[in-house]
């Protein structure tokens, strides 16, 4: 049985079908699977994310990814009511348009903007953006009352703030920002790859329920750890 506020060591296509199975269907997904690479020699690969070396990228268990394998069946979930951030890099991002026409999908671009990037520019332009696709069915929730700020497209940060937890670790303030707009107290979460758990820290903060699968043991005890800690904030 799936239990509600728990992360799971399990294939994310394996737990989705158990959902269906238990007929627990997501209000929003948010998730940042892994990218597909753009390799720039010496051990070091661009993967939208910034720069980093492949070994934490294979430590991290995100250094492969097949998109038809598992976005159909995550999107599947939501039936007729999608609702979902997913991360993602440049070369996916045709991929997720593609889907979003096939669907009758209402989608946006948003850009996680690294204000201080790694100056690789020989042959491109410098790597500092990180993209996000927003999928929606007409009609499913969005609060459009929250102040300006909630609703920019761009948000931006400086590298090396964030990746206490995890090598991709995203930036508490816009995950916060995601669920608000997009869910209400007691809405259920999904994020398929939990990762270091900022959904789920965020989630708890916002009294919203959540739902994660993670497949490395790792993480999810760093994530864990982050639920339990005594000085977790409120993000209200």
């Known amino acids: 049985m799936i239990e509600l506020n728990k992360i799971y060591q399990m294939d994310c296509l394996e737990g989705i079908e158990r959902m269906k199975e238990e007929g627990l269907i997501p209000d929003l997904i948010i998730s940042d699977p892994p990218y597909e690479f753009e390799a720039m020699g010496g051990g070091i690969h661009q993967v939208g994310k910034g720069v980093v070396k492949y070994q934490n990228i294979i430590d991290a268990g ?4 097949d ?3 598992f976005i159909p069946k995550i999107l ?16 996916l991002i045709p991929k997720y348009l593609n889907e979003a026409i096939k669907r009758d999908l209402n989608f946006d671009i948003m850009a996680l903007r690294k204000l201080n990037p790694i ?3 020989a042959s491109s332009y410098l790597p500092e ?3 996000i696709i927003f999928l929606r069915s007409k009609g499913v929730y969005f609060d459009g009352t929250m102040k300006a ?7 931006d940060k400086f590298i090396g703030e964030e990746n206490k937890f995890h090598p991709n670790e995203k ?9 608000k707009v997009s869910s209400n107290k007691g809405s259920l979460i999904l994020d398929c790859f939990m990762g270091g758990g900022t959904t789920a820290v965020v989630c708890k903060g916002l009294k919203r329920n959540f739902i994660g699968f993670e497949i490395n043991p790792k993480y999810i005890k760093v994530s864990n750890d982050r639920l339990t800690q005594n000085n977790l904030m409120e993000f209200e």
């Open 119 to 121: 100056p690789a520019k």
């Open 76 to 91: 599947d979930l939501q039936k007729d009511k999608v609702n979902a951030y997913f991360f993602c890099n440049k070369t």
């Open 62 to 65: 995100t250094n492969h990814f």
């Open 149 to 155: 700020c909630y609703y920019k497209k761009i948000f």
């Open 129 to 131: 953006l990180e993209y």
């Open 67 to 69: 998109f038809d394998k």
């Open 171 to 179: 930036p508490i303030e816009l995950i916060r920002n995601y669920i």
